[in-house]
């Protein structure tokens, strides 16, 4: 096994199940964490829309198998900068391997190659895989035909968006993590005016708090919008 993989991967200690926000979608929560505890799939295939916290699924599910003591392993895709594949080199031997945007592999051929030869050596080794994309594996632009087959053998899931209620329920819980309280007066402006998904709301109400703790004001609808300088017939 290559001694620098644990390097190549440090947990988020702010990304792990305890502090997602499951909204409609604590089925799927429930489906990692029974994978990754009782070894039950091997293959995990997570999609949905940008925002939806599909990283912080697989960090999550990486930190819970770092917690089971099996070992663990992600990588994160970027479609404009893929790295070269020998990162997958050796990863057959890990036992929870968390792959994020798979679909940035799609018609690059030495890594749809290099993917499934690791594939399959990881599935021969009674391995376990969780990957992610934007999109379902049938509507993936793979090229290689075996590949994609592979790709629909494990179980598809689909995180669903956030409801209205969903969304306020997902600012009380961040809120509430971070030490503070919102009204659900703020919460529906917020959602009103600033994008829906989590990682914009979570960075806005990081903002929020650090400027609430340095005002020693608590967020109320008024200061809210004195700090996003939004007039108040909004």
């Not at 009103?192 to 708090?209: E, I, K, Q, V």
Request: hydrophobic share 45%; with cysteine.
């Amino acid at each position: 096994m290559a001694e620098q993989l644990p390097l190549q991967f440090e947990f988020n200690t702010q990304q792990t199940f305890h502090n997602y926000y499951p909204g409609s979608n604590q089925e799927i929560v429930a489906h990692l964490q029974e994978a990754i505890i009782h070894r039950t799939e091997q293959l995990i295939f997570l999609w949905g829309e940008p925002g939806l916290g599909k990283t912080h699924l697989l960090r999550a599910s990486c930190q819970l198998a770092y917690e089971q003591q099996q070992s663990s392993f992600m990588i994160s895709l970027n479609p404009e900068a893929l790295p070269d594949v020998s990162i997958l080199d050796d990863l057959d031997a890990i036992e929870s391997v968390c792959i994020d945007n798979i679909d940035a592999i799609a018609g690059i051929d030495e890594w749809e190659h290099a993917f499934f030869n690791f594939f399959n050596r990881h599935r021969d080794n009674d391995q376990h895989l969780i990957l992610s994309a934007s999109s379902p594996p049938v509507y993936l632009t793979v090229q290689l035909a075996d590949l994609k087959t592979r790709l629909n053998w494990g179980l598809t899931l689909k995180l669903k968006a956030l409801t209205d209620n969903d969304s306020l329920g997902a600012l009380t819980f961040k809120a509430d993590s971070l030490g503070f309280e919102i009204s659900p007066q703020v919460g529906r402006f917020l959602l009103t005016h600033f994008a829906r998904d989590l990682p914009s709301l979570w960075a806005l109400l990081d903002r929020l708090d650090v400027a609430s703790l340095a005002a020693k004001r608590k967020l109320t609808l008024p200061f809210l919008k004195q700090l996003l300088k939004t007039p108040s017939d909004v």
